[in-house]
C-alpha cells in the first residue's frame, strides 16, 4: 500500500504569514509529486508540481523536495484569505503511473 | 483548449436507479482516473483507464460499480442500484503520461451524486 500521509489540520495563520503545508510519502520509487489546492464544493486545482530534489518557486509558492527523507512541502509566502482551502499533496510512483493522495491540509488565513 | 469536462454537475437519483456519470478527458489525454470524495474526506482512487482498457480498478467497489472508457466518446462511470452510501462527489481526472513517472493530473469540475 502506497500511503501520502498529511496532517489534517486545521492550520491557522495570519494574512502576510507564510504557510508551511508538510506531506510524507512511503514509495521511495516515487518520482513526482505535486501540490493541489481545493477549495470547498470545488475540484481541485494543479498548483505546483516538482520532480527533483530541492526547491522549485512559483510566485508566493515554493515546493520542496528531499527524496532521501521522503518528504515533500509547500510553503506559501505572504499568504491571504484567498488561499483558505485544502491543500492536497499528491505522489505518483514510477510504476504503474498512479496518482497516490493525502487526505489534505485544512488552511485558514485570517484577515 | 477546453479542460477536463464531466456531466452532468448534479445527478439526484432514488435508491435502486442507476446513476451514469461522463468524463471526456482533456485533448490529447489518453489516461483517465475516477475518484470519490465524501464530505470532509480525501479523494478515494477508484479507478483508472486508457482507451479500451482498464489498468487498475483496485479502488473499485466489487459489485455495482463499473467503468468503461471506449475507443470514441467519453468515459464512463456507472453505478446500479444506487444506494445512500452512494452520494458523493465523483471527480475525473485526466494525465498525459510523459514517462519516468512524469505528466501532471487536471481534474474536471466534478458530478455530485445525490441519493434519495
Known amino acids: 500500500q502506497k500511503e501520502v500521509e498529511q496532517n489534517s489540520g486545521p492550520l491557522s495563520v495570519p494574512e502576510g504569514a507564510i504557510a508551511s503545508l508538510n506531506c510524507t510519502y512511503s514509495?521511495?520509487?516515487?518520482?513526482?509529486f505535486f501540490w493541489y489546492r481545493q477549495y470547498s464544493g470545488k475540484s481541485p486545482e494543479l498548483i505546483m508540481s516538482?520532480?527533483?530534489?530541492g526547491d522549485k518557486e512559483d510566485g508566493r509558492f515554493t515546493a520542496q523536495l528531499n527524496k532521501a527523507s521522503q518528504y515533500v512541502s509547500l510553503l506559501i509566502r505572504d499568504s491571504q484569505p484567498s488561499d483558505s482551502a485544502t491543500y492536497l499533496c499528491a505522489v505518483n510512483a514510477n510504476t504503474g503511473n498512479q496518482f497516490y493522495f493525502g487526505t489534505g491540509t485544512s488552511l485558514t488565513v485570517i484577515p | 483548449n477546453a479542460g477536463v469536462m464531466q456531466n452532468p454537475r448534479h445527478l439526484v437519483r432514488r435508491r435502486g436507479q442507476e446513476a451514469r456519470l461522463r468524463c471526456s478527458p482533456m485533448?490529447?489525454?489518453?489516461?483517465v482516473y475516477w475518484y470519490r470524495q465524501l464530505p470532509e474526506e480525501g479523494l478515494k482512487f477508484m479507478v483508472y483507464l486508457q482507451k479500451e482498457n482498464i489498468i487498475d480498478e483496485s479502488g473499485m467497489p466489487k459489485e455495482r460499480f463499473s467503468a468503461e472508457f471506449p475507443k470514441e466518446g467519453p468515459s464512463i462511470l456507472r453505478i446500479q442500484q444506487v444506494v445512500r452510501g452512494d452520494s458523493a462527489a465523483y471527480f475525473c481526472?485526466?494525465?498525459?503520461?510523459?514517462?519516468?513517472?512524469?505528466?501532471?493530473?487536471?481534474f474536471g469540475s466534478g458530478t455530485q451524486l445525490s441519493v434519495l
Open positions: 514509495d521511495r520509487g516515487s518520482q513526482s
Open positions: 485533448k490529447g489525454h489518453s489516461h
Open positions: 481526472a485526466s494525465s498525459l503520461i510523459l514517462g519516468q513517472g512524469r505528466g501532471e493530473l487536471f
Open positions: 516538482i520532480y527533483s530534489n
